[in-house]
């Protein structure tokens, strides 16, 4: 479980389980661009990841499902939904949307 002091950037919500290893590689590949990500360890409910997203006090939601590399980006404030490509732009997509 998170520290609920400590917020991150981007919570990862996995709708779809098969994609559990392409949503690690992401994760891996943000955080080694300066993005705190963090994710639900365990095989939870869809809505009970969003619960979870929201309650990490993250900026931001990626949304994986089945059709990776298309991904839904969440701003959680705002609950603006956009849909992005998992491709070598999302770095700097991302910091765009962090840093507004």
Do not use: H, M, W
Not at 53 to 82: D, M
């Amino acid at each position: 479980a998170l520290d609920s002091e400590t917020a991150c950037d981007v919570f990862i919500v996995l709708a779809d389980p098969e994609q559990q290893r392409a949503a690690l590689s992401l994760a891996t590949k943000l955080r080694s661009n300066g993005i705190a990500v963090s994710y639900s360890l365990t095989a939870a409910k869809f809505n009970k990841q969003f619960k979870a997203a929201q309650q990490s006090k993250a900026l931001l939601a990626i949304v994986i499902g089945n059709e990776f590399p298309e991904i839904s980006l969440k701003v959680l404030a705002t609950r603006e939904e956009v849909k992005l490509s998992a491709d070598n732009s999302i770095v700097e997509t991302l910091s765009q949307y962090l840093n507004q």
